[in-house]
């Protein structure tokens, strides 16, 4: 039985399973292959700007913090990808992680980004955090957020875990979920 196992899972699925087998090994990926990644990515991701006429649009790459590799498309009108609130753009953002992952055999970080919208809203919600947090130690009252997406939330967290004058926690559900900050 034991056969079996080691055998399944030393194959990886996907049209790159030597760049799958080094990055699950915790290898650091040559230029090469982190090309052949950003290659892979940007192709998917013009084939489905190619829905909304704007498969020519520039696309920028970069490294993001976290090693993440970060997609921006960089074409005017294209608010249509970001929806209200940046809630489609997380879809797209999910459909098309789902994309290249089948199409490497393994998960790697790719995000896609809107005329840096995703950046922008990244720094207003820090700073709302900042706000709020101060405000709650003010008035020693709480303050609730508004509603966010649990990766928003997640940033407030982060933001706020070292101030030791606020507290944090979510509470509600999805759509409605909010990050509360409380006194310490």
């Not at 899972?9 to 990644?37: M, R």
């Not at 249509?80 to 055999?105: A, D, K, N, P, Y």
């Not at 405000?135 to 030791?164: C, D, G």
């Not at 559900?173 to 006194?183: A, K, L, N």
């Amino acid at each position: 039985m034991s056969d079996i196992n080691e055998e399944t899972s030393t194959e990886y699925s996907g049209d790159y399973p030597e760049i799958a087998a080094a990055y699950k090994a915790g290898e650091e990926l040559s230029d090469e292959q982190l090309d052949t990644i950003a290659d892979v990515a940007i192709s998917i991701l013009r084939s489905i700007l190619g829905y909304f006429d704007a498969s020519d649009s520039p696309i920028d790459e970069y490294e993001g913090d976290e090693g993440e590799l970060i997609l921006d498309v960089t074409a005017p009108d294209l608010a249509v990808l970001i929806g209200r609130h940046g809630r489609t753009l997380e879809s797209l953002q999910t459909m098309f992680s789902l994309l290249v992952s089948r199409r490497l055999g393994f998960r790697y970080p790719v995000s896609v980004d809107v005329e840096g919208y995703k950046s922008r809203r990244h720094d207003k919600v820090i700073s709302m955090a900042h706000s709020a947090a101060a405000r709650a130690v003010r008035q020693h009252s709480t303050v609730s957020l508004p509603p966010m997406s649990a990766y928003e939330r997640r940033l407030v967290h982060i933001a706020l875990r070292e101030n030791k004058k606020v507290d944090t926690h979510s509470e509600g559900s999805d759509p409605e979920r909010r990050v509360v900050i409380t006194v310490a």
